[in-house]
Structure formats: structure tokens, C-alpha cells
């Protein structure tokens, strides 16, 4: 059974920086995809950022130039380094994992709130 744990969220001023960490129970080298999205109150989910298994990156246009993910995939690790941070930015931030093929499956961590207040 795949599990995601995030952690890092809390509560920041703006202008400051959190770093996210996702830990996966499995290998992510396999792993297609990974992302991080984000929901905030009466909102939608939204993709924040996400990584592919070759290493290639998006970001939502909200976040460009401010955020950045990485993984380590000898720790299984997801990380998402959130600098600049905005009151727009607050949200309960999720880990998700995708991978395709005969065994493949798409999870969810827990999430982690994120609160950007003076």
C-alpha cells in the first residue's frame, strides 16, 4: 500500500518561506509523476507544481519564481521549497503520486495546512 506523509506546513508572515516534505513508502523512482496541489477554503484543488520520473517541472503561474520542487530518490522524497510567500497562498497543501501501467495507481497524503498571516 502506497502512503504519502507531508509535513512542514504552519503558519508563516508574508514575505517568508516554508518548506514542504512528502515521504513516500515506496521506491518514487517509479514513479511517473508527483505533484503538489493545493485547496483553499470554498475552493477548488489546484496543481501547484509537479515533477515527472525523468525530472521535468511545471508550475502554476501563480507560484513561478517562487516555489520550487525537488525529489531525492534515494530518500523517496518530495519537496517543495515555498519562498515569497502571500496571504493568497494560504491553503491545505497535498502530496500526490501517479504512475501508470499494470501496476499503477494514483495516491494522496493527508495534506498540510499553510497559513500566510501577519
Known amino acids: 500500500q502506497v502512503q504519502l506523509v507531508e509535513s512542514g506546513g504552519g503558519l508563516v508572515q508574508p514575505g517568508g518561506s516554508l518548506r514542504l516534505s512528502c515521504a513516500a513508502s515506496v521506491s518514487i523512482v517509479s514513479i511517473t509523476v508527483m505533484g503538489w496541489y493545493r485547496q483553499a477554503p470554498g475552493k477548488q484543488r489546484e496543481l501547484v507544481s509537479s515533477?515527472?520520473?525523468?525530472?521535468?517541472?511545471r508550475y502554476a503561474d501563480s507560484v513561478k519564481g517562487r516555489f520550487t520542487i525537488s525529489k531525492d530518490n534515494a530518500k523517496n522524497t518530495l519537496d517543495l521549497q515555498m519562498n515569497s510567500l502571500k496571504p493568497k497562498d494560504t491553503a491545505v497543501y497535498y502530496c500526490?503520486?501517479?504512475?501508470?501501467?499494470?501496476?499503477?495507481?494514483?495516491?494522496w497524503g493527508q495534506g498540510t495546512q499553510v497559513t500566510v498571516s501577519s
Open positions: 500526490n503520486a501517479v504512475r501508470y501501467g499494470n501496476v499503477g495507481f494514483d495516491r
Open positions: 515533477i515527472s520520473s525523468g525530472g521535468t517541472t
